[in-house]
C-alpha cells in the first residue's frame, strides 16, 4: 500500500525580442586607409597621425590624460552591458535577438558566465549580422579603448567559427568605413574571451560598435561587454571580490596562500607561458595544477578564520583543464573539515570541463559547527589532467536572519508544533517532494525496514539533484527572534552504506531575496535509523520558509519516519545550550 506525490518547481520562460534595425547600408570592405598588422591593438587609420597632431614632451601627455579622463578613464562606456535591463541600448543588426534569464530559457543548458543572463542573437542570414550599439557620445579621439567581451556560440555545426567585434564609423560625407578590433575562434557550449582595442584619428558623425562573424545559421551568445579607456579587470563583476574571503583569489601574487596537495602548481604570468594559447579569463594570469597522480590532488587554501557557523558563503570558480583525453572530465569544489583526530568532507559542487575552456563552477555550503580547520579546495579529473584555476570567490550572504542558537531561556508553549501531520498519521497530508516523488510506506525490504514512532514513513525518491527530498512549507508559524527546535529521524536507502543528510530552511524576505539556512547534518546508514537535531532563530521577516531534508547523492532514497519543530524545553544551568547535531540510533 503506497500513497505517492510528486512536485517539481514551476519554471518560467520570457519570449525573445523581435527588434530589427536597419539593413547594413553597404557591402563591407575591411581595408582602411591606413591599415596595421591585425592583433589585439588596431588603430583606426594609425596613431603617427595624432601624434604628428598633438604637443610634444609633458603637454602632450597632459593632453592625452584629460583626453582619457573625459572618456570615462576607470568606468565601462557600454550602457547595460550585461543585459541586466534586457536589450536595452542594443540592437539587432537585420536579424533577431533576445536575453536567456531562466534556466529554461538557456541555450542548450549554457550558463551565464558573469551575471544571471546573456544575450542570443539568432535567425541570421549572413556573417555580418549581430548585436550592435551607439557608442559616438562616448568615445573620443586619441584615446586608446580597450574592448573585452565574452563569447559563445550555438548551432549545427562542428569545430569552431569565428566571432568579430568591429566598429561602424558613419563619417560626415556620409561614406561608411569599418575598423577590425579582434576576432577569435568560439566553439559550441563554452565561453571565451574576445579582447581588442582601437583608436579614432578623427570624429566621424556615429560610432556604432557591434559583434559578428559566425556563418549564417549559427547563434551568436553575448555574456558581457566591456570597452574602457584603459584594461578594466573583469574579475569585480564577475566575482564580488569586495566580500571575497579567498586571499590571493586572481593569483596576482602567484601561488601565496595557495597550496597544492601532492602534486606541483604554478602561476602564469605572460603570453609565452600560458599554457596550449589559454589565455586569463578575468585577469592577467591564471594557476596550472600538474603532476597530479590522484583524482584528489588539487590545491587549496585554509579558510578556517574566515567562516562563522550557520552563514551560507556562495562559491563561484572559473576553471580549465588540460591533458591527453578527449572529451569532458570532471572539476570538483570540496571543504575538507579537521578536527582534533578526524576528517570530514563536504561536496560543494562538481562540473565536466572540457579541454582550453574557461568554466563556471557555481556551489555554496554552510557549516553547523566549527571545525579545528576549514580547508578549501579543487580537485576531480583523472591523474595526469591538469587543472587551470583563473580565479575563486567564496562570499558569505548578507544573511542576518538566523543564527544556530544558544539557550534563549524563553520555554513557554513547548508543545507549540510548527510542522503539520509530523508523524504521517494522516498519510502524505501537508507534505510535497522537492523535484522529487515521495511514497508513504509501513515497511521496506521484507519487514527489514519498519517505522519508529508511528505506523508509517515517507520513503523521497527518484532523486536527481542532492536538493531534492521532503518539504513541508510553515510560513507564518513561527516567531521572529524565537528559538526552534527540529528533530527528524532519517535513513537511506540505496547502493551505499553511509551518507549525509541535511535539514535546510528557505526562507523568502518581502523583498525576494531567497536564503538557505542550515539547521543540522549527519552521517545517516541504510541499517538503522538516526536522530538528526537541530535549532534555529530568526530575526528578521519572512514572507515564506520551507523547512525539507536533503543531502545524498543523486539515486540514494530518503527515509523520513518523522520531523518535528517546536520551542525547546527549558534547561538548567548545569546543562550546556545545544549548539551542534546530536546523534541518537534506533535499533531495528
Known amino acids: 500500500m503506497c500513497l505517492t506525490a510528486f512536485c517539481c518547481r514551476p519554471k518560467r520562460r520570457s519570449s525573445p525580442s523581435n527588434l530589427k534595425s536597419s539593413p547594413n547600408p553597404i557591402e563591407r570592405t575591411e581595408a ?20 604628428d ?32 535591463n534586457g536589450l536595452e541600448s542594443w540592437h539587432s543588426n537585420c536579424c533577431q535577438s533576445y536575453v536567456a534569464s531562466e534556466n ?10 558573469s551575471g544571471s543572463n546573456y544575450a542570443v542573437v539568432t535567425q541570421r542570414t549572413e556573417n555580418w549580422q549581430g548585436l550592435e550599439q551607439d557608442i559616438t557620445d562616448k568615445v573620443t579621439v586619441g584615446v586608446k579603448y580597450i574592448v573585452t567581451v565574452f563569447v559563445s556560440v550555438h548551432g549545427d555545426f562542428h569545430g569552431a567559427t569565428g566571432v568579430q567585434a568591429t566598429l561602424r564609423l558613419e563619417n560626415l560625407d556620409a561614406s561608411v568605413s569599418y575598423v577590425f578590433i579582434e576576432r577569435i575562434l568560439a566553439s559550441q557550449d ?6 581588442g582595442s582601437f583608436l579614432l584619428t578623427s570624429n566621424p558623425r556615429r560610432v556604432v560598435f557591434y559583434l559578428e562573424g559566425p556563418n549564417p545559421g549559427v547563434d551568436l551568445l553575448i555574456d558581457s561587454v566591456a570597452i574602457a579607456c584603459e584594461k578594466v579587470g573583469m ?21 601565496e596562500s595557495w597550496h597544492p596537495n601532492c602534486c606541483q602548481a604554478y602561476v602564469t604570468s605572460g603570453n609565452s607561458n600560458f599554457l596550449n594559447g589559454v589565455k586569463p579569463l578575468s585577469g592577467d594570469n591564471y594557476a596550472v595544477v600538474m603532476r597530479r597522480s590522484e583524482n584528489w590532488q588539487g590545491l587549496e587554501q585554509d579558510i578556517t578564520d574566515k567562516v562563522t557557523v550557520g552563514l551560507k558563503y556562495n562559491v563561484t570558480v572559473f576553471i580549465a583543464v588540460h591533458g591527453d583525453f578527449h572529451g569532458t572530465t570532471g572539476v570538483q569544489a570540496t571543504l575538507r573539515l579537521e578536527k582534533d583526530s578526524s576528517f570530514s568532507y563536504v561536496f560543494i559542487e562538481r562540473i565536466l570541463v572540457s579541454q582550453d575552456c574557461w568554466k563556471k563552477l557555481e556551489g555554496s555550503f554552510s557549516l553547523t559547527s566549527k571545525p579545528r580547520r576549514v580547508i578549501f579546495y579543487l580537485e576531480g579529473p583523472d591523474p595526469g589532467i591538469d587543472i587551470l584555476i583563473d580565479s575563486v570567490t567564496i562570499v558569505c550572504e548578507e544573511v542576518i536572519t538566523y543564527r544556530v542558537s544558544s539557550n534563549d531561556g524563553d520555554t513557554s508553549s513547548n508543545d507549540e508544533h510548527i510542522v503539520h501531520n509530523p508523524q504521517f498519521e494522516d498519510g502524505l497530508n501537508n507534505w510535497s517532494g522537492r523535484g522529487c516523488k515521495i511514497t508513504l510506506c509501513s515497511s521496506l525490504c521484507n519487514g527489514k525496514i519498519l517505522p519508529v514512532k508511528g505506523k508509517f514513513f515517507v520513503a523521497a525518491t527518484e532523486r536527481s539533484h542532492n536538493w531534492n527530498g521532503i518539504e513541508q512549507e510553515i510560513t507564518g508559524r513561527f516567531v521572529r527572534k524565537r528559538t526552534y527546535e527540529v528533530t527528524a529521524l532519517v535513513q537511506i536507502f540505496g547502493h551505499t552504506n553511509n551518507a549525509d543528510v541535511r535539514l535546510t530552511l528557505w526562507v523568502q524576505s518581502p523583498n525576494g531575496r531567497e536564503q538557505y539556512i542550515g539547521i543540522a547534518k549527519t552521517q545517516a546508514s541504510d541499517k538503522e535509523w538516526v536522530q538528526l537535531q537541530g535549532k ?15 543531502g545524498p547523492n543523486p539515486g540514494i532514497d530518503i527515509l523520513v519516519d518523522s520531523i518535528v519543530v517546536r520551542r525547546p524545553i527549558k534547561a538548567g544551568s548545569s546543562v550546556p545550550p545545544i549548539t551542534e547535531v546530536g546523534i541518537t540510533l534506533h535499533k531495528q
Do not use: Y
Request: net charge neutral; glycine share 8%.
Open 32 to 51: 582602411l586607409a591606413n591599415p596595421q598588422p591585425s592583433g589585439s591593438s588596431f588603430h583606426a587609420s594609425g596613431s603617427q597621425e595624432l601624434e
Open 53 to 84: 597632431s598633438l604637443p610634444s614632451g609633458s603637454e602632450q601627455q597632459k593632453v592625452r590624460m584629460s583626453l582619457c579622463s573625459l572618456s570615462g578613464q576607470s568606468s565601462n562606456i557600454v550602457s547595460n552591458h550585461d543585459f541586466s
Open 104 to 113: 529554461s530559457n538557456f541555450v542548450n543548458g549554457v550558463k551565464p558566465l
Open 190 to 195: 563554452c565561453w571565451k574571451k574576445l579582447e
Open 235 to 255: 574579475t569585480g563583476s564577475l566575482a564580488g571580490q569586495s566580500t571575497n574571503i579567498v586571499s590571493n583569489h586572481d593569483f596576482s601574487n602567484g601561488l
Open 536 to 550: 534555529f532563530l530568526l530575526n528578521g521577516v519572512a514572507s515564506k520558509a520551507i523547512l525539507f531534508i536533503e
